[in-house]
């Protein structure tokens, strides 16, 4: 995620209570010994307790949603595919708001009972360990913004002509039942259908459309495993731009309002959509110079979606295709940036994944990082330059800034998206990694950040694992280094 400066407050979340195991025999697949429980209404993130869930572990979501811009009514039906980790006579989905409808397991009915963000469902017999099941969770209504009180409006936006889905941490559920916590990644099918004559647009490769009594179906599918918060929809006018480079497919989606808005009336300068389209065609460029350091591009496809939505003031690293609030294109600079920045959290943050919301450091250092080393090849600045800049004025640099920058641990920075996100995630985070290469050298630290995508690409990782892997790549030990940066709320001495 990219921020525009904004403010705090802590979600207060209830613990549900559980369905009670029934005792039946699983009908063939799976093998359960002993009474099946219920799984557990959280994954086991010690920030969000009840994201995610116990007990299962998903393979694939295909959401089949239809949404009427004229009633902002969300519809369909999301299959999620899934193996039980244990016997389970019972287990959860997250899913805030909406009306659930019917659901089934394997076909068969199921019963369901909702708690807050809990939607438990009791199949008609237990699964065993191991078997392999599909939900399908009929459902509508009105999904809702959330209202972050450091992100501004964030999750579902209602647009003027549509809806666009951006949001971190906890964003999916408000549209779709999901295992919602990037420690489970799965594949995404999107189907949407929209009134003739707007366009849908997902995650992944454009299978196709078709149309039917005055509605068209969009059928998007992103066969790499994602996080669920990385699942984007847009709904509305755009202009859809398909190429291919370097055997990477793109689709870019922007919304052709943005060709009329003027970023200053006073200045003579480019339209926020001229700024767009001149940063969006750097994107082969952008993932070249990344794939120098990083390794190669992890997905298939790649793109962006700019839609206008004054109430958003992020970028989102929607996997596979970034959004951006227009608000980072009032000046050519920064809207090459940002699409640096969301660029390099394909690798870092979407293919290489949290498996807790603690370290994310490891998306944010990153791909802070990733801009100040395209400043350097744009003759904009250095990484050295940075790292000085900020080492000296931090405090002036983030005025009014609470809790103040150096306060902040990148290594546990706390649950509340105004820490999350905080600055000090960011910038200090990409100045532990520059603290790492000086130590280290340019060839050990660019060992270390290239090993680090490809080896852990597809996995859920922690910053132990980080700093496990520099310390082998770079054979010292930098237990000092870590602490000072990450986990010590002052500037650190430098050595
Ligand atoms: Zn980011």
Known sequence: ?????????????????????????????????????PGAPGIGDPYYPLDGNGGYDVEHYDLDLRYDPATDVLSGTATVEATATQDLSAFDLDLEGLEVRSVTVDGRPATWSRDGGELTITPARPLGQDREFAVAVTYDGVPATIQDPALGQS?????????????????????????????????????????????????????????????????WRAEEPMAT??????????????????????????????????????????????VVDAALARQPEVIEFLSESFGPYPFSTAGAIVDNVPGMAFALETQTRPVYAPGFFTDPVQGDLVVVHELAHQWYGDSVRLDAWQHIWLNEGFATYAEWLWLEREGLSTPQKEFDQL?????????????????VLPGDPGAATSLLFHPAVYQRGAMTLHA????????????????????????????????????????????????????????????
């Open 1 to 37: 995620m990219a921020r525009r400066p904004v403010v705090l407050v802590a979600t207060a979340t209830v613990l549900v209570g559980l369905v009670p195991a029934t005792a039946a025999a699983d009908d063939g697949q799976g093998q359960w010994s002993g009474e099946p429980t």
């Open 155 to 219: 999750g579902f936006f209602h647009t003027a002509d549509g809806a666009l889905v951006a949001g971190q941490p906890e964003s999916a559920a408000t549209w779709f039942p999901a295992n919602d916590h990037p420690r489970d990644a799965a594949s995404v099918a999107v189907s949407i259908a929209v009134p003739e004559g707007l366009e849908g647009i997902s995650n992944g490769a454009l299978e196709g459309t078709r149309t039917q009594d005055g509605w068209t179906t969009w059928s």
């Open 229 to 274: 918060y990385l699942v984007t929809l847009a709904v509305g006018e755009f202009d859809i731009r398909a190429y291919e480079v370097d055997g990477i497919r793109y689709w870019d989606a922007v919304d052709p309002s943005l060709a009329g808005l003027d970023p200053d009336p006073d200045v003579a300068g480019p339209s926020v959509g001229e």
């Open 391 to 407: 080492y000296a004025n931090a405090d002036t640099l983030f005025p009014g800034l609470q809790p103040p920058f150096w306060t």
């Open 436 to 495: 790492l290469r000086q130590v280290v050298g340019d060839t050990a630290f660019f060992q270390v950040v290239d090993e680090w995508a490809t080896s852990r690409a597809g996995q859920a990782v922690t910053t132990d694992e980080f700093t496990t892997l520099a310390e082998k790549f770079s054979g010292r030990e930098l237990d000092d280094l870590f602490q000072a940066w990450l986990y010590t709320p002052e500037r650190p001495v430098l050595g």
